[in-house]
């Protein structure tokens, strides 16, 4: 089966960084559109970014724009996300998610995500 496994994550000051990782296995890695996904505390997953199968094309939810970047590696099957100044109030779970490409399909909808990893913690201090 499809398998997902995020890394990187970890305790960090406010304004420092962070890149996470996503290595993927038993998946066609260039045939799917790949995301970040994050769940807060006590507050329900939302989108963070996404990258297209050839990384030509990028997506950012609005709070984190300029502030994140999503990159991928097919040859390896890893998906990344660079985090550089951090706020406190990007403490989540970060997930990977990957998405059959198909015309009609969202980038930030979580319901058209495939297959999805267990999380990494990510914690920002003030």
């Known amino acids: 089966q499809v398998q997902l496994v995020e890394s990187g994550g970890g305790l960090v000051q406010a304004g420092g960084s962070l890149r996470l990782s996503c290595a993927a296995s038993?998946?066609?890695?260039?045939?799917?559109?790949m995301g970040w996904f994050r769940r807060a505390p006590g507050k329900e997953r939302e989108f963070v970014a996404a990258?297209?199968?050839?990384?030509?094309?990028?997506y950012y939810a609005d709070s984190v724009k300029g502030r994140f970047t999503i990159s991928r590696d097919n040859a390896k099957n890893t998906v990344y996300l660079q985090m550089n100044s951090l706020k406190p109030e990007d403490t989540a779970v970060y997930y990977c998610?990957?998405?059959?490409?198909?015309?009609?399909?969202?980038?930030?909808?979580?319901?058209?995500?495939?297959?999805w990893g267990q999380g990494t913690q990510v914690t920002v201090s003030s």
């Open positions: 998610a990957a998405s059959i490409v198909y015309s009609g399909r969202s980038y930030k909808a979580g319901r058209d995500y495939d297959y």
């Open positions: 038993r998946l066609t890695f260039s045939s799917y559109t």
């Open positions: 990258i297209s199968w050839s990384g030509s094309s990028t």
